[in-house]
């Protein structure tokens, strides 16, 4: 079924707000955003850089996507559509920075991935503030945020008990 007013991705604002047009993908526009980052993370992992080096960008993107997400869901009338994934882009990207003191591997991308999807999809407390509350852009991207820092948070909780105990 056809969102209603789903614009195209003749748009460029569309066109970044659904990851190049991976929000538009059938089932599950999330999941899709998560995974698509990915690649993209692995090569930033393997590069070495240090985690602060990243954060500049994450917080200007993270900016920058609020202001366009509130434009345009304004421009096309729509709250929180599904076809916008650089939330979870973003929230990919923030889980990611708490593994860049350890390993970076395929798996350590999977496992944020799974955390990251859990909290994404059960929305703790104060992600529910965001996505329920803040009828701004902010709230559309900001919930994904703090799920990606629930997500770094308990990988760096299970990371030290796994090398503390094994």
């Keep these: 079924m056809k969102e209603k007013n789903a614009p195209s991705l003749s748009y460029p604002e569309v066109v970044f707000l659904s990851f190049f047009g991976v929000g538009f993908l059938p089932k599950a526009p999330g999941t899709w955003g ?8 692995y090569i930033l992992g393997v590069s070495e850089a240090p985690f602060f080096v990243f954060i500049p960008f994450l917080i ?16 096309f ?7 916008i994934v650089m939330d979870e882009v973003l929230g990919m990207w ?3 920075l708490f593994t860049l003191s350890g390993n970076q591997s ?3 991308l999977l496992i944020i991935f799974g955390l990251f999807r859990f909290f994404d999809i059960i929305k703790f407390w104060p992600a529910t503030y ?15 945020i703090v799920s990606g820092v629930y997500a770094g948070l308990v990988f760096l909780l299970g990371d030290y008990l796994f090398r503390s105990f094994f």
């Design 94 to 96: 923030t889980a990611w």
């Design 106 to 108: 395929w798996l350590t």
């Design 130 to 144: 965001f996505d329920k509350e803040v009828k701004h852009g902010a709230g559309t991207i900001l919930d994904d």
């Design 60 to 75: 200007m993107a993270t900016i920058i996507t609020c202001y366009v997400a509130e434009v345009t869901q304004q421009k």
């Design 77 to 83: 009338d729509l709250h929180d559509p599904g076809w």
């Design 34 to 41: 998560s995974l698509a980052i990915c690649p993209i993370l």
